[in-house]
């Protein structure tokens, strides 16, 4: 078992950063591939960003791509979202993830455990 938790959600104005963190629990975090994903009020949960277990594959959505920077630290059993010029349509509930491999997955079927979600809003 997996539990995931995640934190720095907030309001940013358009054009402002913010980092999220997600916090997992358990000895095997570091042999999962993990993930984010963002779900807007009316929409359908969506792929953000992954990473593999080791940290040298990531992979992003094309709506943040090169704009977002996802990270791990399996020494402390976390993982990162950078987020970088961020704009009124990045506004979502983010969501971590730790995916069922090591490896960099984009469905969220591959994923099996899931944390709360943490709330990002941007201004205009």
């Known amino acids: 078992q997996v539990q995931l938790v995640e934190s720095g959600g907030g309001l940013v104005q358009a054009g402002g950063s913010l980092r999220l963190s997600c916090a997992a629990s358990?000895?095997?975090?570091?042999?999962?591939?993990m993930g984010w994903f963002r779900q807007a009020a009316g929409k359908e949960r969506e792929f953000v960003a992954a990473i593999s277990w080791s940290g040298i594959s990531t992979y992003y959505a094309d709506s943040v791509k090169g704009r977002f920077t996802i990270s791990r630290d399996n020494a402390k059993n976390t993982v990162y979202l950078q987020m970088n010029s961020l704009k009124p349509e990045d506004t979502a509930v983010y969501y971590c993830?730790?995916?069922?491999?090591?490896?960099?997955?984009?469905?969220?079927?591959?994923?099996?455990?899931w944390g709360q979600g943490t709330q990002v809003t941007v201004s205009s």
């Open positions: 358990g000895r095997t975090f570091s042999s999962y591939g």
């Open positions: 993830a730790a995916a069922r491999t090591g490896g960099i997955v984009v469905l969220p079927p591959a994923y099996a455990y």
